[in-house]
């Protein structure tokens, strides 16, 4: 059977072999975990429900438009310790193009936008969605902290939306008496950035929920969206029993925010990313497919990786959800330890991703 999702692309006769042409094993490893890196990263630069039907309507896509993608931390080409070579990039894009996919996320350091977009047009491949912080740059990441630069390199690529990647939390790291001390050590300043999670006060994620409302709307005047990815820190409970995630959404404007929901941080948190998908409408336009072993339920960074349809996710119940939702764009993304390389593991998701969803009709 033939199905469609977003493209011209044929799921039940597929020559599956054409997936595995050009799959190396870049990686299998990495030498810090997501948790180090991102963490790090945001720290390191020293209920929210729309009501109105008429509104999640008119932000839905038609059915068979819901397009699948790949977040390029996979394959290494994002700002972290040990990053793929450049040189790599034209041969990675167009392996991801041949398994399938026709969209891409991410911005890779160190390589200007119109070279980026230069690679992705001959590989076939658009990015409509790129990682930013707010917090000044310090591993070569495009920061809001620069608007002017990183929404001129949004607009050359191509990507109308700009999420910011992890919670900012420089300015309250910068309190410590350490903070010096951390600068360069991502592990000692993951373990820092925890304990202040666990600190933060309602007043905290508000203030954070405002940073985000004045950098959306100097993208909206620019004709851009700003988007923001959880990891599991936002599904902390506050003393009052809110979530710091329902506090966000419903201080942010919906007019200059979105949410892009990963499925992966929520469930460790134990969450239900079905229910968020429900409970968000409106709100969440982009979502990070990821799978994951059995974690206990935390808010600080730890998660037990699984390839994709082999963990704990109930994918049917998400894609049950999905079909009522304002999703626009879905990228598979998997966290490190990797048993397999980053590109394989890309594969192996769409294999399983774009039949699932094509299944539901979507």
């Known amino acids: 059977m033939t199905a469609i999702i977003g493209f011209n692309h044929v799921v039940g006769d597929e020559p599956w072999r054409l997936l595995d042409e050009g799959i190396k094993n870049e990686r299998v490893s990495m030498p810090l975990s997501r948790r180090h890196v991102l963490t790090g990263l945001a720290s390191a630069g020293l209920s929210g429900q729309i009501g109105a039907a008429g509104s999640i309507a008119a932000r839905r896509l038609t059915p068979l438009s819901l397009r699948v993608g790949v977040q390029l931390y996979v394959i290494g080409h994002a700002p972290m310790p040990g990053h793929a070579a450049l040189n790599k990039l034209p041969d990675d894009l167009a392996t991801l193009r041949r398994i399938g996919f026709r969209e891409v996320e991410g911005a890779p350091p160190g390589l200007s936008a119109k070279d980026y ?119 902390t409970r506050l003393p009052n029993g809110r979530l710091a995630y329902e506090l966000l959404v419903a201080e942010t404007d919906p007019k200059l925010v979105d949410f892009e929901l990963d499925l992966g941080w929520a469930r460790s948190a134990g969450l239900d990313p079905a229910a968020l998908l429900r409970n968000y ?7 990070h497919f990821k799978d994951l072993a059995p974690t206990p339920s935390n808010a600080v960074s730890q998660l037990n990786t699984a390839d994709m349809g082999e963990g704990i996710q109930n994918w049917n119940s998400i894609v049950d959800a999905l079909k009522s939702s304002s999703v626009q764009h879905i990228y598979v ?30």
């Open 281 to 287: 409408r409106g709100r969440i336009t982009q979502l």
């Open 117 to 235: 977009r230069r690679q992705l047009d001959h590989a076939g491949l658009a990015c409509p969605s790129i990682h930013v912080g707010l917090d000044p740059s310090v591993m070569g990441e495009l920061s809001l902290a620069d608007m002017s630069n990183t929404t001129d390199y949004a607009k050359i690529v191509g990507a109308r939306n700009l999420v910011v990647a992890v919670l900012p939390m420089r300015d309250m790291l910068a309190r410590r008496p350490d903070a010096s001390e951390l600068i360069g050590d991502l592990k000692r300043l993951s373990q820092a950035s925890t304990e202040l999670v666990k600190s933060m006060s309602a007043s905290d994620w508000t203030a954070i929920a405002q940073r985000l409302n004045e950098a959306g709307a100097k993208l909206s005047r620019v004709g851009l969206r700003l988007g923001y990815h959880n990891h599991n820190a936002e599904f």
């Open 333 to 362: 993304e998997e966290e490190p330890p990797y048993r397999i390389s980053g590109m394989e593991s890309a594969r192996k998701a769409y294999r399983f991703v774009q039949p699932l969803l094509a299944r539901a009709g979507l």
